[in-house]
Structures are given as C-alpha cells and as structure tokens.
C-alpha cells in the first residue's frame, strides 16, 4: 500500500473527529460520523476513484449514496432503508461542510445535491395490554419493584430515549408540575411530562 495523501479523506477523518471534540459533540455521533466517511473512502477505493478531498467530486458522492439505495441487507436480502443512505449522506455533508470552511476544498459538493427521500417510518407503540403486563412484572412494593414500575411508566409517558431517562437524577424530577427535566441530543434539555399515578 502507497503513502496516504494529507489530503486524503482517511487522514482528514481524524482532524474532523478532533475538530468534533472541541465543538462538545456526543462522541457517539463522532464515532458515527467517523465510520461513515470509512465506508466512504472504501467505496472510493473500490471503485477506484480519487480518495484526495479535493478530487472528490458530486458525482462521486451521488454514485455512493445510488449505490447505498439499491444495496440489500446480507442476512435478509431485503433492501436497506432510505434512512440508512439518508444518514451517511448528512455525515459527509457535515464532514465536507468542515473541509470547505477550513479551505481544504475550494468548492462543497455538497452544495448541488439533495437529501434522499425516505418515507416516514412510525415506531409501533405497544398495546395497553402488553403495558399492563409489563407493568404487572414489576407490582412489589420492594425498591426494585417500585423503581422498575417508575421507569416503564416514564417511558410509557414521555416517550423519552433510553440514554435520557438513565441520565436523569432526582433533582430532574418536578412533583409538582409532573415534569421530567431530561438532556436531549446535541445536549439540548426539554421538560417532558408525565402522568400522575400517586
């Protein structure tokens, strides 16, 4: 294998990253940005087109995310979704965004193309029933019980993510208004309701 080029999106990924840090951004979008412009750069490779930042061009990216749209997943042979190409083209657009304002590209490629639709997709909420027996594994009057019992009903309420209700601490919680003060993506905090089961 050759000498990587400065300007190769490999060694650029990790300025980006480190750029990331600096700005506070969770290192789970780091990390999934990272992956991305990855698997980008092998698609570069493999179709042997230019992996230098500067050489890249609209076209390259439009055929990575056309390829993205039409790939299957291995296991089940049913094609990938839209969010999927949905997600890696706004991981390179940011990843590119931050090339152009550090004038390591003269010109976004970014800037002619357009987001790939994708369709809503509605998140099944669970039935009464299954609530009720979920609710029913936990109906002890013991700590873990009581504790266990909190949490679904707070999920079941707010509709909060899995990492915002670990994070909360007592002081989050407000009796009064029935209101859970959670940390959301990007670190942005919401008052979520909740319902009154005292």
């Known amino acids: 294998m050759g000498t990587v080029s ?8 990790d300025d980006f990253a480190t750029e990331l840090r600096r700005k506070n951004r969770a290192e789970k979008t780091i990390d999934v940005y990272v992956v991305h412009i990855g698997y ?20 390259h990216i439009g055929g990575y995310i056309e390829t993205l749209l039409s ?12 969010q999927y190409a949905r997600s ?17 590209i003269d010109s976004n490629p970014f800037d ?9 997709k509605l998140v099944p909420a669970p039935s009464l029933e299954s609530l009720r027996a979920l609710l029913d594994q936990c109906a002890g009057t013991d700590f ?3 504790r266990d019992n909190a949490i679904i009903r707070l999920f079941a309420d707010t509709g909060c993510r ?10 989050d919680l407000d009796f009064v208004e029935d209101s859970a003060l959670v940390v959301g993506k990007g670190g942005r905090p919401r008052s979520s309701p909740f319902g009154d089961s005292r």
């Open 88 to 104: 890696q083209y706004r991981s390179l657009q940011q990843f590119f965004k931050y090339l152009a304002a550090e004038e390591i």
């Open 162 to 171: 899995c990492g915002e209700v670990a994070n909360l601490g007592l002081d």
């Open 40 to 59: 980008f750069a092998d698609y570069l490779t493999s179709e042997t087109l230019p992996t230098n930042a500067p050489e890249i061009t609209r076209d």
């Open 71 to 82: 790939r299957t997943n291995r296991r089940t042979g049913e094609p990938l979704s839209p």
């Open 6 to 13: 400065l300007d190769d999106i490999r060694e650029l990924r």
């Open 144 to 146: 873990d019980s009581r």
């Open 112 to 120: 002619k193309l357009s987001l790939p639709d994708a369709p809503d």
